[in-house]
Structure formats: C-alpha cells, structure tokens
C-alpha cells in the first residue's frame, strides 16, 4: 500500500505485476534478490522496501510537496517502522512470535499511537494541514493496526487518531490504491498503475 500511495502521489506509472508470496513466479525471484514485495525495478536499479519507493517516485515528481517535512517527520517514521512495526507484528501475528506476550505488545503499539494522537490535536494531518510524507508512510501501519481488532481500536482514547485514519480510508487516494488485481504470471501483461 506504501509504496503505492507513493507513485500514486507522484503520478509515475510503472508496470505492475501482482505477486503472491507463496507462489513467486521465477522473473520476479531473478529480479528481486531478496524476494519481498514490493520491490519496483527501473532500469539497472532494483528497490524493494516500501518507503524507498515512495522516496523513489517522490524524487522524481512530488507536486504536493509531500517530501517537504522536517527531520522530526523522518524521526517519526523510523519509529514507526522500527518499535511500532515490531509491536504490531508481536500483536497481529500471535502464533508466529509465541515468545512475546501480544497484550504487552498491544501495549507498546498503542504507546506510539497515543503519540500521534497528540500530534493530531488541532490539526488535520501529523505535521499541519497538509499531508507529508510521513502521514502517507504511517497510515497504512496504522489501518493494519485498527483493524486487528477496530471495536477495540476505535473505543481508546485517541479521537484524533481514529479521525485522522477514518478520513483516510474515506479518501480517493485509498480507493485507488487498494483494488485487487489478479496474480500475475510469466508471459502476462502486467497492469499499469500510477
């Protein structure tokens, strides 16, 4: 989804091949050393972590200026995708990490979502009133966070926070990211998107 918004936001297109991580078609393992999703291919250049692709295609074009933010907005996604990211894997994926205690987890998530909830208070987006690159690198954690358990998500004590992913997920930029596209198979034509 990151990576999506990003060359969305952007308006590059690129060729996209919809890959299913149990079943990895043989071009994509020979492009991708690593075999992760999303990995994005230019040229020579092989990228394959989601917020470098949003860097990516934001170097390129960012007419919203979403790359104009402080240092504190990297800080902020380092530590989302760093403590935050952790606690939310801990937490959605219990029998994968039995070794930690997913309510401890849940606990550590929501220490960081009571950060950004301060951080909204009084306006629309983490940094003012615009969206910058750490809002569209946040929310898709953030979502997948939610949705673990919404009831439970939505009855805290972060109402900015609730509204801050509520008019996101309201958003055209949502809508165009997320529809399913069929698994992509050699000889295929891949879809194009951006």
């Known amino acids: 989804m990151r990576a999506r918004l990003g060359l969305l936001s952007a308006g590059v297109r690129v060729e996209l091949r919809e890959v299913v991580l149990r079943d990895k078609p043989k071009a994509f393992l020979d492009t991708s050393p690593s075999g992760t999703v999303p990995t994005l291919c230019s040229g020579e250049d092989v990228i394959d972590e989601s917020l470098d692709i949003m860097l990516w ?12 933010m402080s240092a504190e907005g990297r800080d902020l996604i380092a530590q989302n995708d760093g403590p ?28 960081h979502l009571m950060d950004l909830d301060r951080r909204l208070i009084g306006s629309s ?11 569209l690198a946040i929310l898709p954690f953030v979502r997948q966070f939610a949705y673990i358990d919404r009831p ?14 509520d008019r996101f997920l309201a958003s055209d930029a949502f809508a165009n990211v997320m529809p399913k596209f069929a698994q992509w198979r050699e000889g295929d034509t891949p879809v194009l998107f951006g």
């Not at 295609?57 to 104009?68: C, E, T, V, Y």
């Not at 987006?125 to 809002?135: C, K, M, N, S």
């Not at 439970?152 to 992913?165: G, K, N, R, T, Y």
Request: proline share 6%; hydrophobic share 45%; net charge negative.
């Open 152 to 165: 439970w998500f939505d009855a805290q004590a972060w109402p900015h926070l609730v509204a801050w992913l």
């Open 125 to 135: 987006w983490l940094f003012g009133e615009r969206a910058t690159l750490a809002d």
């Open 84 to 111: 935050f990211k952790s606690a939310l894997d801990h937490t959605k994926y219990v029998t994968r990490y039995p070794e930690h205690d997913p309510e401890e987890e849940r606990a550590k998530a929501a220490a």
């Open 57 to 68: 295609a934001l170097r390129q074009n960012d007419p919203s200026g979403l790359l104009d």
